[in-house]
């Protein structure tokens, strides 16, 4: 059984460098100007004798963790994976390390991970999603800054990173339109979710503007799960309504929506045309590959973690802007 590595103080490195104490302090705060060739044996000290500092040591001493907490929701789902993955990689060159929890979705249980994250004494937080009131965040706010992401919360719109859930939804459902669908389903997301909520405006708004009724039996709502796609397409089909393209909020729905018109025989898009939302990764390759709106999540971890860097260092910024588009695959067929 191995033994613990003796940790590596301050006075082993003054000795190895044939320096004071006061020299590698002050080369390993970067606070104050040491002489190159001081300065240049301190660094082959550290190195030579493998030290690492105590970073939380360090953080009481500067008033600062150098840590930010990241509360993202369901960490399987591809969406919010791909975000998280853009915060890593934004904060790949910064001095701060992420801390990273599962809001899962439910209120209580985000509340929980941000007061969490507080007595962490993290530097800022990310919260990606979920359903937190904006008093509360305010509350935070006023101690901890706060960036927000694929959330718009108008209270806070200074602090949201997210793409127009609204006008992507409406540019999709324009563009079934286009291709000659006047019947046109949609299956919504969660009902308590805002994006949810936008994706369904704008597909009405869509079909308000191009003359089309809104039929509230070609509307199903799901739970952005591909089990709730499958469910929906039973559910329209029992209804007894025709619908020549279903628009779903999310590409996990659109999975299920597919198994479930597979399983009776019907043909995508000979017989019924399907869109998606998020461009995951598989949706390429499903059969036929998924015409969707890619919002591009990974951009959108970045953004936030140079933002949130950027406040915490006091740097002026503008708001990022975060672009969209609609890949057009094989799901989608014109009407004659």
């Known amino acids: 059984m191995g033994t613990q590595r003796e940790k590596i103080t301050i006075q082993q490195i003054a000795d190895h460098a044939d320096v004071s104490i006061s020299t590698v302090s002050r080369v390993l705060s970067g606070n104050a100007k040491v002489g190159a060739k001081k300065h240049e044996a301190v660094l082959e000290a550290v190195k030579a004798l493998n030290y690492r500092p105590n970073v939380f040591a360090r ?3 500067s008033g600062q963790s150098m840590t930010v907490g990241v509360i993202t929701q369901h960490i399987s789902s ?3 994976d791909a975000i998280t993955q ?6 790949e060159n910064s001095p701060y390390s992420p801390i990273i929890v599962d809001g899962q979705w439910k209120p209580e249980v985000e509340e929980r991970m941000l007061r969490t994250l507080q007595d962490r004494q993290v530097d800022g937080m990310i919260i990606v999603g979920g359903g937190l009131s904006y008093d509360l965040l305010k509350e935070v706010n006023e101690e901890t800054p706060i960036v927000i992401v694929a959330r718009e919360l108008t209270e806070f719109k200074d602090r949201c990173i997210y793409i127009d859930n609204f006008q992507a939804a409406y540019e999709a459902t324009q563009y079934l339109i286009r291709m000659g669908h006047r019947e046109i389903a949609h299956v919504s997301g969660k009902a308590d979710h805002a994006d949810s909520k936008l994706r369904l405006d704008g597909y009405k708004q869509a079909l308000s503007d191009a003359g089309i009724p809104v039929r509230d039996e070609l509307v199903v709502q799901g739970n952005f799960l591909p089990q709730s796609g499958l ?11 025709s619908f020549s393209a279903i628009f779903c909020a999310n590409d996990q729905m659109a999975m299920g929506v597919r198994l479930a018109l597979y399983r009776r025989g019907i043909r995508v898009p000979a017989d019924i045309s399907l869109i998606g939302f998020d461009d995951q990764p598989s949706s390429a390759f499903m059969t036929p590959p998924l015409t969707t709106v890619k919002p591009s999540a990974t951009e959108l971890g970045k953004s936030a973690a140079y933002y949130i860097s950027n406040i915490l260092k006091n740097v002026d910024q503008p708001l990022p802007e975060q672009s969209y588009e609609l890949v057009i695959r094989e799901s989608v067929a014109h009407l004659r």
């Open 59 to 61: 953080g009481l001493a």
């Open 231 to 241: 469910l929906a397409v039973e559910t329209l089909l029992t209804r007894g309504q």
């Open 86 to 91: 853009g915060i890593l990689e934004g904060f």
């Open 78 to 80: 591809p969406f919010y």
